[in-house]
């Protein structure tokens, strides 16, 4: 059966992609055998440092069929730093405040013996210097998308959580709001996924998208349902709705199914492997709102060092330095 589109009036087959989020990553059987592939692969996409978390299967109703086509990846890294990365953090930063205490005394050269006295009482009453690795707050989650055909296996986007600007917006507006990149390949923007404050209302995120084919800009809207089983949404379009994600009840993992009647989007590649995205980081949200809460309240209160990843500060550089 064919679905008409409530924008366009064109219509599309009726399929769907699955989102397959895995309860236990690392002892899925499916991680094993493609884990090994990708860490053979020249694809940088894919580092040391990453693990499979889930499969996503697009199912075609005409034609009957319900095919594996992607996986995903998180970087265990970030989103859980070992003891041992955060105490590389940690020493690294009591390096640079090291120097700069120094520099504050002494421009250049060694320091005399009042000079060196003067440093070691700086350095004992410095609160930085007194933090332990467990103060160091660099979690964040990064999610990766790629397609696998069997024999072959390539990046199609990345998903990066914005913790600078979860920051700023949080403490703004009073309620831990979660923000995302999303990088495609091919593409010349990148999509940020914002969630909006609704005060005593489900979640809401939003962002704009543009298709680079046609130059058309759509303004979409996710919306968490107000009642569901599973963890549900509604894919709106310029306030009307052209789809939805719909949660499993029942599943090991965060699993859920995309559903978009509007065949120009439908039919976007793009588009759908950007909510494949958001899909997979369903999961993750409510460990990020905690994430987020305590990030705030340490940066007020001085109490943690919120170390930001070289990625992260690339992706909040303005484009147009590079035609200055």
Not at 291 to 313: A, G
Request: proline share 2%.
């Amino acid at each position: 059966m064919a679905t008409e589109g409530k924008l366009t009036g064109e219509t599309q087959k009726n399929y769907s992609r699955l989102v397959d989020m895995w309860a236990a990553p690392g002892l899925h059987p499916t991680n094993i055998e493609v884990l090994t592939k990708l860490k053979s692969a020249e694809d940088r996409q894919f580092s040391k440092n990453m693990e499979l978390t889930g499969q996503i299967y697009d199912k075609d109703k005409e034609a009957g069929t319900n095919d594996e086509t992607h996986i995903i990846g998180i970087r265990t890294d970030v989103w859980k730093p070992s003891k041992e990365e955060r105490e590389r953090s940690l020493n690294a930063i009591k390096k640079k405040r090291r120097q700069d205490l120094k520099a504050g005394i002494k421009a250049k050269g060694r320091l005399n013996k009042e000079q060196t006295e003067e440093l070691n009482a700086k350095l004992d009453e410095d609160s930085m210097m007194a933090m332990d690795n467990k103060d160091v707050d660099k979690a964040r989650l990064v999610l990766k998308l790629f397609r696998s055909t069997g024999k072959n296996i390539s990046w199609k986007g990345s998903l990066e959580e914005m913790t600078v600007r979860e920051v700023h917006q949080s403490i703004g507006s009073r309620k831990a709001l979660i923000t995302f990149g999303i990088n495609l390949p091919g593409y010349d923007y990148m999509v940020q996924v914002q969630q909006c404050r609704r005060f005593f209302r489900p979640a809401v995120f939003s962002f704009a998208y543009l298709n680079d084919k046609t130059d058309e800009m759509w303004y979409i809207d996710v919306k968490k349902y107000w009642f569901s089983l599973g963890i549900d949404y509604h894919i709106e379009v310029q306030g009307r709705r052209i789809g939805k994600i719909d949660g499993k009840l029942i599943a090991l993992g965060t699993d859920s199914r995309i559903h978009v009647d509007e065949p120009s989007l439908a039919e976007d590649k793009k588009f759908i492997d950007l909510l494949t995205l958001f899909s997979a980081s369903i999961g993750y949200h409510r460990t990020i709102w905690k994430n987020i809460r305590k990030r705030v309240k340490n940066i007020k209160d001085e109490t943690s060092v919120h170390v930001i990843e070289d990625e992260e500060l690339w992706l909040l550089k303005n484009p147009r330095r590079v035609m200055r």
